[in-house]
């Protein structure tokens, strides 16, 4: 299976952006669709973006929608995620994600294949 590793966190003001980077191996990369979750300390992960195989279709969970952009670049084998005026309800392990079906990442972060080590990020008041 792919193997993946992020990168990209960090501390960072509200209202300041950051971008998380995804590196996966393998040639299976291109057929996977990609997401991210999060999970803030004493709270259950919660999904916060996913991006098909081919970069066309993507969905946002609603309290980052505006804010944070997934995308890919299959070339480079890597996802991104470009945060946005962050807010420090967004202070979290970031964890990228991989699955062959984007319903799966859609309906609980327990049943999802494949995942990276996470990266933390801290946004601060």
């Known amino acids: 299976q792919v193997q993946l590793v992020e990168s990209g966190g960090g501390l960072v003001q509200a209202g300041g952006s950051l971008r998380l980077s995804c590196a996966g191996s393998g040639r299976s990369f291109s057929s996977y669709a990609m997401g991210w979750f999060r999970q803030a300390p004493g709270k259950e992960r919660e999904f916060v ?10 969905y946002y969970a609603d309290s980052v929608k505006g804010r944070f952009t ?10 991104y995620l470009q945060m ?9 392990v ?13 309906s609980d972060y327990r049943f999802v294949e494949v995942w990276g080590q996470g990266t933390l990020v801290t946004v601060s008041s």
């Open 70 to 79: 997934i995308s890919r670049d299959n070339a480079k084998n890597t996802v």
């Open 49 to 58: 973006a996913v991006i098909n195989w081919s970069g066309g279709t993507t």
């Open 84 to 92: 946005n005026n962050l807010k420090p309800e967004d202070t979290a």
């Open 94 to 106: 970031y964890y990228c994600s991989a699955d062959s079906v984007v319903r799966r990442i859609l």
